[in-house]
């Protein structure tokens, strides 16, 4: 398990945790309905309050992976671009040597030939 899923997994039990034992404390507390109804209306706004941000901070590290993989594979694209562009150049390079290599010994067969 890697450090983040521990730390999403640690976050998540200790909010729930945080939750019923915030709800289990209205219930058990001796407050009238109105109050208690009031108590948990404003734990629910808390935790939907927490849950947004939570939302947000993880919109966020994806967003951020996924620009790190998008320039990743950029690199890697630009790198097998340049290596195809040098492999294509040493290929042309080799294909006219032996172009004239052969053209050279053309001449010379042909001039042996006269001869």
């Known amino acids: ?3 983040k899923d521990f ?3 640690f976050l998540a039990g200790t909010l729930v945790g945080g939750v019923v034992a ?3 404390a209205l219930l058990f507390a001796p407050k009238s309905g109105e109050e208690l109804r ?3 209306a404003n ?3 808390d935790l939907a309050q927490e849950a947004k941000k939570q ?3 993880l919109k966020d590290q994806a967003e951020e992976a996924g620009q790190k993989a998008a320039d990743k594979a950029q690199d890697s694209f ?3 671009k340049d290596s ?3 492999g294509a150049k040493k290929a042309e390079k080799n294909f006219n040597e032996v172009k004239d290599s052969v053209k050279d010994t053309a001449e010379n067969l042909k001039d042996s030939v006269k001869k």
Do not use: F, H, L, Y
């Open 43 to 45: 734990q629910a706004d």
């Open 78 to 80: 630009d790198k097998a």
């Open 1 to 3: 398990m890697s450090e």
């Open 7 to 9: 730390a999403s997994g």
């Open 55 to 57: 939302g947000e901070k």
């Open 22 to 24: 915030g709800v289990t």
């Open 38 to 40: 009031g108590d948990i």
């Open 84 to 86: 195809v562009e040098k």
